[in-house]
């Protein structure tokens, strides 16, 4: 790809990365942002979904201790163990949803007003569920990822799945979702972290097969920038947002959804941006 495709792929690669764990939906911002830049078409998805990898590598390697001690411990200890069911449960609904309706709902969802309207849509939910947990604090069982249950981890993976529906968000969906289902928010956090390793991997493996017959190797150097680009933002982002859920809440990035999503829908209302 040429040169103005590099900067857009960094553009995007930066988007991706300051998104992807902020439960603002990475997946809507790289829909609008591509659409501004451009940048859209059967290439932009596989794109989009692939760089998300480079976030996930973020999570990686901020909790590589955790991730290598579970490993090592998955003959004999029965914590390590249960973290990887845990994982893997919570994994399985959103990969059976996907495999089943992704490419319907890449037809008929990705799109910025579509996704303007899930942004409104998940920003009440977010407000809803902080104002749950504010009232009832008691409601709150779980304060640590290594206490989940299998079915915590289920519920969670169920929750997961809302975000095949672009603009919900995949952190959004898994975060709020935990503390509906009993999880504190720093405990649903850090899951949220976890489980985007199998999810992204995956979802980004399983669009370059699909799609491998559109790419080829000139595409190569925009998605080596677009992946670098996600792994850096993503990690300071990462850095940030673990500091942030220890002394704060979502109800920020609820209102930002909102007037986000209002000035897509009001702008493709009035015909201020065409929006591809």
């Known amino acids: 790809m040429d040169a103005p495709s590099l900067v857009v792929a960094l553009a995007l690669g930066i988007v991706e990365g300051l998104t992807e764990f902020l439960p603002v939906s990475s997946t809507g911002h790289l829909i609008v942002a591509g659409s501004l830049l451009g940048h859209t078409g059967e290439r932009a998805k596989v794109f989009e979904i692939a760089i998300q990898s480079g976030a996930m590598l973020a999570v990686v390697w901020e909790y590589r201790a ?21 994982l893997a449960i919570a994994f399985l609904p959103a990969a059976v949803l996907g495999l089943a309706f992704g490419s319907m709902i890449q037809r008929a969802l990705f799109a910025p007003v579509p996704v303007a309207i899930a942004f409104v849509a998940g920003a009440l939910v977010i407000l809803w569920a902080e104002r749950r947990q504010k009232r009832a604090p008691a409601s709150v069982r779980v304060t640590d990822v290594d206490a989940m249950t299998p079915l915590d981890a289920l519920k969670v993976g169920f929750a997961q799945a809302f975000a095949l529906i672009p603009g ?42 699909k799609s491998r017959d559109v790419l080829s190797t000139a595409d190569l150097p925009a998605f080596a920038v677009g992946f670098a680009a996600a792994f850096v933002s993503a990690f300071l982002c990462l850095r940030w947002l673990i500091r942030y859920v220890s002394r704060h809440d979502f109800v ?13 829908l009001v702008t493709a209302w009035t015909g201020w941006v065409r929006w591809s």
């Open 252 to 264: 920020p990035f609820a209102w930002y959804r909102i007037a986000f999503g209002l000035l897509i």
């Open 168 to 209: 919900t968000s995949r952190s959004g969906a898994t975060i709020i979702g935990g503390m509906l289902f009993g999880l504190s928010r720093q405990a649903a956090t850090e899951f949220s972290f976890f489980l985007a390793v199998p999810t992204l991997v995956a979802a980004g493996a399983y669009s370059l097969w």
């Open 66 to 86: 955790r991730f290598g001690h579970a490993i090592a411990g998955l003959r004999g200890d029965p914590l390590a163990r249960r973290f990887a069911l845990n």
